[in-house]
């Protein structure tokens, strides 16, 4: 578990990622309710890890053969 206060962890909104992925909120807001993409839910609050995010991505991708 990471301890938010001693660290520099970068917190993303939903727009935030939007412009980050060039997606349309209604994608990403599926994706979240599907559990397909990394995220947090602080009450009614949804936010996303910068660097888990990233890591997504990469695992993600599909490497030539």
């Not at 970068?10 to 990394?38: D, G, Y």
């Given at each position: 578990?990471?301890n938010?206060?001693?660290?520099?962890?970068?917190?993303?909104?939903?727009?935030?990622?939007?412009?980050?992925?060039?997606?349309?909120?209604?994608?990403i807001?599926?994706?979240?309710?599907?559990?397909?993409?990394?995220?947090?839910?602080?009450?009614?609050?949804?936010?996303?890890?910068?660097?888990?995010?990233?890591?997504?991505?990469e695992?993600?991708?599909?490497?030539p053969?």
């Amino acid at each position: 578990m990471v301890n938010v206060y001693q660290s520099n962890i970068e917190f993303l909104t939903i727009k935030e990622v939007c412009e980050l992925l060039k997606m349309k909120e209604s994608n990403i807001r599926n994706a979240i309710f599907k559990k397909e993409i990394p995220h947090l839910k602080i009450g009614a609050l949804i936010r996303f890890q910068k660097n888990e995010l990233l890591s997504w991505l990469e695992s993600k991708s599909i490497l030539p053969r």
